[in-house]
Structures are given as C-alpha cells and as structure tokens.
C-alpha cells in the first residue's frame, strides 16, 4: 500500500526525492494526475507550497483556499491536515517541499515535542500572506535545499546535507508562520478571555481526551455551554471543539500504535472506546485507513 507521501510524490513530474524527503519547482504542467481520475485525498504528512506567480486553489479540511502570489502565498500543510485538491491556474509558479511522516519522527527523535495544543493552535494557519522579504528568505533556503540535491547516489554525506537543509527550510517555515500567527493574535485581542477558554480547553485536553471524547464535558468542565466552546474554538483554530478532540485522541492512538508493546484491543480499551471494532470506526474515520494498516505501514 502506497503511503500519502508517495501518492504525492507521483501527482509531481519534475521533482527530487530522496530520505522521505521531497523537492520541487512547481507550474502547472507539472501537475499529473490521469484523465477521469480523482484527486486523492492526502493526509500524514507535511508540505509548504510557496506560490511565486499566478494562482493555486487547494481545498484543506474541507475548506477552500484561493492562492495568489500577492494573498494566501505560502500553504502550510501539517500531518493532521487533510488536502483533497490542488488545481494550479495559469501563470502558475511556485516551490513545494514535502517531508513524510518517517522523515520527520526519525529527526525529531529524542527532542521534545511541540505540545499538541501548540500545534492545534496553527492549524487555522493553513493559507498565509507573507511579506516580500519573507517570501525571499523562503526562496534562499529552497535554493540550498536544491543545490543540495542528491544524484541518487548512496554519498551518505551527500544525502545528510540534503537531509538538513530540509528540514532547515521546514523550521524556517514554521517559525515564520508561528511569528505571524502570533503577531495576528496579539493585534486581534487574543489575550482575552476567549482566548483563555481555549487555553483551558487544550490543557483539559491534554489530561482527559485518553477517556473523555464529548464536548459536553469539557464545556461542563470550563463552566460554558458546548455551543459557545464550540465557537471559540471555531473562532481561534478554524475546526469545531469536536474536531479538536478527535485530533487530540487519534494523536494519542497514532502514539499508542507505533508502540508494539499495545495490543489494538488494549489501545481501544486505554481511550476508553466500548471495544476493538468502536475505535476501529473512530480510526478509519479520521485517518482513512485501519489501525492494523497504519501500524503496519510505520513499524
């Protein structure tokens, strides 16, 4: 079974993979996908595509984004973000780089984690305006990363300096997008109260989702109705307070199932679904594979 990284790898003619890692200069010719075909539905991984001239639109978690090199010019796709179309326009030009999920757990290994509520917290920065000199920054580190390219030579050496300035260029990425998304709170008042609802509802999260799955709960818990939760949350990350719950527990499931010390039935027992086939439902649901086809297809 193909992973979502290679099924986007093969949408792209012209391009340079290497370690999970994936490079390419993007126009619309170099957009592949057979007459007739849908698009596919990609997830579990993560990609930036900065639009350079032209258009883009890309549907993200249902919603649609219309790109152009002046508005919505940098994409910022993470793991728990699901992309069911990419349609360039003409005049299109941009740069994409794709990291898969093994690339990434295998250089953050032994680092700590961004805590799941920070990582939450960006997932409304789907679709950013940069300024022009944080496009030409972007644009350097692209440039290393591409000068860097491997041959598909076995040079060890070769293939970390690639490596490297990947994941570079991802981190300068995420520190930029981060940097705007909080200079954007600050100007918007996320200071209030709100805001620290929501603060209270990712912490309330982060003890509770292994065995508490309902809004009801958690709104019960920060003395509000689950509209109004619901709401806020809307407001702050784009998603529903439903959904951040079922992001928050299958980032646990992901967890529990790349561990082979837990059984599935032990994993569905220890976030408190009634049995193997109810989390089975919940996984598939939100990830569009089994959790026996996913630890498969990571250990």
Request: with cysteine; charged share 25%; glycine share 4%.
């Amino acid at each position: 079974m193909m992973s979502d990284f290679e099924t986007l790898s093969d949408l792209i003619k012209v391009k340079t993979v290497d370690c999970g890692v994936l490079v390419a200069d993007l126009h619309p010719a170099d957009f592949y996908l057979p007459y007739g075909w849908p698009f596919p539905v990609l997830t579990d991984m993560a990609f930036h595509i900065t639009v350079l001239s032209g258009e883009l639109d890309i549907t993200v978690d249902d919603k649609k984004y219309h790109c152009t090199a002046e508005d919505n010019n940098l994409v910022d796709i993470k793991p728990f973000n699901k992309v069911s179309s990419i349609r360039p326009g003409n005049g299109f030009s941009g740069m994409m780089l794709a990291l898969s999920r093994p690339f990434i757990e295998s250089v953050m290994k032994g680092r700590k984690p961004i805590r799941a509520r920070e990582i939450l917290a960006m997932k409304a920065n789907t679709a950013v305006t940069l300024t022009e000199a944080d496009i030409q920054r972007i644009a350097e580190h692209f440039r290393v990363v591409r000068e860097n390219c491997t041959d598909g030579s076995d040079a060890r050496l070769d293939q970390a300096i690639f490596c490297y300035a990947a994941l570079l260029l991802h981190l300068n990425i995420i520190r930029i997008v981060s940097s705007k998304f909080k200079d954007e709170a600050a100007l918007q008042g996320a200071s209030g109260n709100a805001a620290r609802i929501l603060e209270q509802f990712f912490v309330l999260l982060d003890e509770y989702v292994s065995s508490e799955h309902e809004v009801a709960f958690y709104a019960a818990k920060l003395a509000i109705t689950p509209h109004y939760l619901s709401m806020i949350s809307n407001r702050f990350t784009g998603c529903s307070a439903s959904r951040l719950i079922a992001d928050s527990l299958m980032s646990r499931a992901y967890d529990y199932l790349r561990n082979r010390d837990y059984t599935i039935q032990e994993i569905a027992e220890r976030l408190h679904f009634s049995d193997q086939s109810s989390f089975g439902k919940f996984f598939r649901k939100h990830s569009s594979t089994t959790p026996a086809a996913y630890r498969r297809n990571v250990l």
